[in-house]
């Protein structure tokens, strides 16, 4: 093992080192789709809580998520019986999500998961360092057998590519500040589709609008609650209580 996690596809091609693309993203939100890319798994989150929560520790969470995942996981107050979040914050030790013993609820809400889109097995790294304890979770369609392989041929590496993203986190958290005061109507509506699984061409047909309008008001939206993708603003509204699918 050469010290550097190599991602090789079905075709044994060579993908990006996600450590390097973590260092080399501009921001936390960037970041995960890096390691999303660079891993070549379906979907990465990053989540960091304070020990002493407070009205300026608010959670920290980046995701690859789909908007329509993230806005159904918030309203249904999923955070509170997520057996993965649960786990990661009560050990220090890296976890196969297989591995969890799961009650008839967090079985529903991981069923649910694999309803929308997302992978039936993960592997999550927990993170402790200072006054706040973090996870990253990866989330993977891949066969068991094959994934089980993949984490345990390279745990070291992947513990490395948690505390890169966490140390990219941190440098963030200062200056990471919730979402000012309302939407433009419009802004509010084009988010609001979004979270229901709507794309902008189909957005555009619900509004009477043209596909650049949308984009152009899902855009300026991204940018008012300062996100880097469109599930990160999805989640910021819907907790800033700004749309309510």
């Known amino acids: 093992m050469t010290g550097k996690l190599v991602h ?6 060579a993908g990006a080192d996600p450590v390097q693309m973590i260092r080399d993203s501009s921001s936390p939100g960037d970041a995960v789709f890096g390691i999303r890319d660079g891993l070549g798994v379906e979907h990465v989150t990053y989540h960091s809580i304070a020990l002493n929560p407070g009205p300026l520790n608010a959670p920290f969470v980046r995701s690859t998520y789909p908007a329509e995942w993230v806005a159904r996981y918030l309203l249904h107050d999923y955070l509170t019986i997520d057996p993965v979040v649960r786990q990661g914050f009560e050990t220090a030790r890296p976890f196969f999500w297989h591995q969890l013993s799961l009650d008839r609820r967090q079985r529903e809400l ?8 997302l992978g ?6 927990p993170i402790f360092k200072g006054s706040r304890r ?3 979770s990866l989330n993977t369609k891949r066969a068991l057998p094959d994934w089980v392989g993949y984490v345990e041929k ?5 513990v490395r590519v948690a505390g890169a993203m966490d140390e990219k986190a941190a440098l963030s958290l200062s200056g990471d500040t919730e979402p000012g005061p309302g939407l433009a109507p419009r802004q509010r509506e084009c988010l609001l589709w979004t979270a229901r699984g709507k794309d902008a061409k189909a ?5 009477d609008l043209s596909e ?3 984009r152009s008001y899902l855009r300026s939206a991204r940018q008012r609650l300062k996100s880097s993708t469109l599930s990160e603003a999805v989640a910021k509204a819907i907790g800033a209580q700004l749309i309510a699918p």
């Open 8 to 13: 090789r596809n079905a075709t044994g091609a």
């Open 110 to 117: 991981m069923q649910d998961a694999v309803a929308h889109g």
């Open 120 to 125: 039936e097995a993960g592997y999550s790294i």
């Open 134 to 136: 973090a996870l990253l």
């Open 154 to 158: 390279n745990a070291a590496l992947l």
């Open 203 to 207: 957005i555009a047909v619900i509004l």
């Open 212 to 214: 650049f309008t949308v």
